[in-house]
């Protein structure tokens, strides 16, 4: 094996991901064995990266299909920079929702109101999560 070149084992080893995502991922076009030794999937170190790559998008909620969409044939990170700016907003709008969320159920434990039903700040939060009449 190419000092360049890993082993899925050690693969594992080294990302964390699970060989089973490490072949689900190789069967969606994320990555790519450069080749087998026997039945072991051998993969560029480069691999690492890619992996680190896809779980940071992962974690900022963007799909299998996306993630794809960012490496470029030969498997190097490609992505298109308005959708990372996309991302990037509405990751801005999930995180002010849920800061004004927060807000508002620490004021309702904190509140004197005998019931949390009876809390204005607490009726506000559930009211924001009914549906709006068409």
């Not at 084992?9 to 450069?34: D, N």
């Not at 900022?60 to 920079?81: K, N």
């Not at 807000?103 to 559930?126: M, T």
């Amino acid at each position: 094996m190419d000092s360049a070149e890993i082993g899925i084992g050690e693969v594992v080893r080294r990302s964390g991901v699970p060989a089973s995502t490490l072949r689900y991922y190789e069967e969606r076009g994320l990555i790519a064995a450069v080749r087998r030794q026997g039945l072991t999937r051998v993969f560029s170190v480069a691999v690492l990266q890619q992996l680190a790559l896809i779980a940071v998008c992962r974690n900022a909620g963007f799909s299998l299909d996306e993630i794809a969409s960012m490496f470029s044939t030969d498997g190097r990170p490609s992505p298109d920079r308005g959708m990372l700016a996309a991302k990037a907003d509405e990751l801005d709008a999930t995180i002010s929702r849920l800061a004004s969320i927060r807000d508002e159920l620490r004021h309702a434990a904190a509140c004197p109101a005998p019931s949390h039903l009876e809390c204005p700040s607490f009726r506000r939060v559930l009211a924001a999560e009914l549906p709006r009449p068409s």
